[in-house]
């Protein structure tokens, strides 16, 4: 692996002064796994990398009551699964940490991490998208909540400065009696591999009213929500195999897929109606048989 | 490149190593002759260098050294056993023909360690769970799944006075 310089900052004040005084030539790491696989392919050499893995207050998962969760940028994505009020509250993303990589490196792999990596295929993306969840990102004078799709602009591309550290994420607690949600994606094998396609779809409801949200992962440049496909679900009280088809023509028209190693452009958009109606169906069969979870 | 100090806990004893900044835990335990500790793909992703951290099992190759300042490693030269004897897992590996060319073994060793300890009574699909992180070309993985059932086994026996030596070796 290329020679660079390694700071273990105690906490954030020094991280902030590191990355102030360096900031072209330094990069950030939380878990490693994606950065030090990228280091090792030369496809970053940061003269210095700040080690955020060793400021303790990063560690937590923070409830609060009636607002949302906030997970600092240490949290892997074993101790989300792990969670109960995680699991309880986003099924969808509980379901995405699951299917990430193999439980090894979850250990190390964190949430905050993936985000940050912003590639196509991050698993965690589609359902962070579909709970809304914001980036908390600070300087050492500022700190402001940045929505997901306002973070990631682009395949590994980040809206933040060189001086800017994404400290948590935090997700909002709708308003909801109920939260069930299903994530589903196509990979050439089960573990250790990333997605083809993947599909978010959850649903909380509240007193009767209910509420859809639909993310998609690795088929567009950075994941998305399908508005559209989410119009269709909110509008309808019966959703029956017709109403399943017209979201995923919804899914497809708003999805640009690629032909990569990983699969073929015609074979995305074929996986992706799969992935549609099952992860709707689920859905639609977990709110039947789960007790008022929320 | 200069060296930095590096103090941990490794198999129980505090060691005092000069590393590297860019040097992963796996190379840092070669270097220093835990030689148990495999180099595969160096990517995470076959678990031939996995290792225990803290009670967590890791892959060594995606862990630099100078992260485990001050915290505990375990590698298979750190498992209790008594005098003479494996440790119950390896024991198993042996006993249900689990390890043929062997390169894969202590990585599946730790990682056995580590879920076994919070997955006593393991279901199977338990097991390939925390095993999916583990790749073997030999066995075609039956056999080990079945150590891993058989090393449980041995762990939830009590244990019978003056048998284990140096008494529990979970
Ligand atoms: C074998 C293997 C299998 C994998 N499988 C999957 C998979 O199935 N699905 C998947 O989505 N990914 C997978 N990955 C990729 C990777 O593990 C994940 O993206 C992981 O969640 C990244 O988290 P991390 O903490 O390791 O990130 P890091 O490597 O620490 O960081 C990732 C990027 O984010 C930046 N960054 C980190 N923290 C911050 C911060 N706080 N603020 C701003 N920027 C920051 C870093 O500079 C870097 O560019 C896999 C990787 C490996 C090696
Ligand atoms: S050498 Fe570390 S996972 Fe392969
Ligand atoms: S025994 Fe040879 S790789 Fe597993």
Redesign the interface.
């Known amino acids: 692996m290329k020679a660079f310089d390694l700071f273990r900052p105690k906490d954030l004040f020094q991280a902030f002064s590191r990355l102030e005084l360096n900031q072209h030539e330094t990069v950030l790491k939380s878990g490693g796994t994606d950065l030090l696989i990228w280091i090792k392919k030369g496809l970053v050499s940061p003269k210095e990398v700040v080690d955020l893995s060793s400021i303790d207050s990063l560690n937590e998962i923070e409830v609060k009551e009636g607002e949302g969760i906030l997970i600092g940028t240490n949290v892997s994505l074993n101790r989300i699964i792990d969670h109960p009020e995680m699991k309880r509250r986003f099924p969808a993303l509980i379901e995405a940490c699951e299917t990430h990589s193999d439980a090894v490196l979850r250990n190390k792999a964190t949430l905050v991490g993936n985000v940050c990596s912003a590639v196509p295929s991050g698993d965690t993306i589609p359902p962070l998208l579909c709970y809304e969840a914001e980036a908390v990102v600070q300087t050492s004078c500022s700190k402001r909540h940045l929505p997901l799709p306002r973070l990631i602009i682009g395949p590994r591309k980040k809206s933040i400065s060189k001086t800017e550290i994404v400290t948590h994420l935090w997700i909002p607690l709708p308003k909801a009696d109920l939260s069930v949600g299903a994530y589903r994606r196509a990979s050439r094998r089960r573990a250790l591999d990333l997605a083809q396609a993947a599909v978010a779809c959850t649903l909380f409801q509240h007193r009767g009213e209910r509420d859809f949200r639909l993310a998609v992962g690795a088929l567009s440049p950075i994941p998305v929500r399908v508005s559209e496909g989410e119009r269709i679900l909110n509008e309808t009280s019966n959703i029956d195999e017709k109403i399943a088809d017209r979201v995923a023509d919804a899914v497809l028209k708003a999805i640009q897929p690629i032909t990569d190693v990983r699969g073929s452009r015609e074979f995305r958009f074929a996986v992706t109606v799969e992935l549609v109606r099952e992860s709707l169906s689920l859905c639609l069969t977990r709110a039947k048989t789960e007790e008022g979870c929320y | 490149?200069p060296k930095?100090a590096l103090s941990f806990v490794l198999n129980g004893e505090t060691v005092d190593w000069e590393v590297?900044?860019?040097a992963?835990l796996l190379q840092a335990l070669r270097e220093n002759g835990v030689t148990s500790v495999k180099r595969g793909c160096?990517?995470?992703?076959c678990?031939a260098c996995?290792v225990v951290i803290d009670e967590?099992?890791?892959?060594s190759c995606?862990?630099?050294a100078?992260?485990v300042?001050g915290k505990s490693v375990l590698t298979v030269e750190g498992l209790p056993a008594a005098p003479g004897k494996l440790h119950p897992i390896q024991q198993a590996f042996v006993d249900e023909g689990a390890v043929q060319c062997g390169f894969c073994t202590p990585g599946f060793s730790m990682?056995t360690y580590a879920?076994l300890k919070t997955h006593p009574n393991p279901t199977d699909e338990e097991i390939r769970?925390?095993?999916?992180?583990?790749l073997c070309r030999c066995t075609g993985y039956l056999s080990i799944i079945k150590a891993v059932k058989t090393a449980a086994e041995a762990l939830s026996k009590p244990i019978v006075a003056g048998e284990g030596g140096e008494g529990d070796v979970r």
């Open positions: 490149m930095h590297e900044t860019n992963t160096e990517e995470g992703e678990g996995t967590l099992a890791q892959k995606l862990v630099l100078l992260e300042e990682t879920f769970h925390a095993l999916s992180g583990n």
